[in-house]
């Protein structure tokens, strides 16, 4: 009887320091808390090639090809993308060439744990070969260009396993710049 005390007390034991383990487990979201992680640029330039060239129409007229897409950071929370750009039209013999310079805010869409751009603001439209008149109307036409292609276009996408760290999932919530990366603040999850 007295060899079953000491085997009884033992798994007693084990079975308290397993729920204890289990309970911390359980509650490792609010001891982890917040995280944040830094996504260098050469990261974030590599996800834009992937979802380059991006082809529209503009003003029903011109086939637009944005190509090449370079990005940068900016002051005040502010990415710059550059691309080169191909404008072809039927009366056009050969397909004239430029690049167009925008930026703008990014914000966090949790719904699809992306970074996007909001607020774009075309900074700079230069395709040779057009007149005056026609590079001025299609730097008008370029900021609805803005809205439908470049604004569906994450900067940067997360994976599933990017957003967990020791168990916990956690979700994006704030970006801000730094000189070469993009730092991204993580919260844990909440369980409903």
Not at 25 to 40: K, N, Q, T, Y
Not at 76 to 85: K, N
Request: hydrophobic share 45%; net charge positive.
């Amino acid at each position: 009887m007295t060899e079953q005390t000491p085997f009884r007390a033992r798994r007693v034991f084990l079975i308290a320091a397993s729920l204890v383990a289990a309970a911390t487990l359980s509650s490792c979201a609010s001891i982890l808390g917040p995280r944040e992680v830094d996504l260098p640029l050469s990261r974030l330039q590599a996800g834009l090639d992937r979802r380059f060239p991006v082809d529209n129409r503009l003003l029903e007229l011109f086939d637009v090809r944005l190509s090449r897409p370079q990005l940068a950071v900016l002051p005040g929370d502010r990415v710059s993308l550059t691309v080169d750009a191909s404008v072809a039209q039927s009366f056009l013999r050969n397909p004239l060439a430029g690049s167009l310079a925008f930026s703008g805010r990014l914000y966090v869409d949790q719904a699809t744990n992306g970074v996007y751009l909001a607020e774009p603001r075309l900074e700079r439209f230069n395709i040779s070969g057009l007149d005056e008149s026609v590079s001025r109307q299609l730097s008008r036409a370029a900021n609805g260009l803005l809205d439908q292609a470049i604004l569906d276009i994450p900067v940067y996408s997360f994976r599933m396993d990017e957003l967990r760290y020791a168990g916990v999932q956690y979700v994006p919530t704030r970006i801000a710049t730094t000189a070469t990366s993009l730092r991204v603040s993580l919260e844990p999850l909440q369980q409903r």
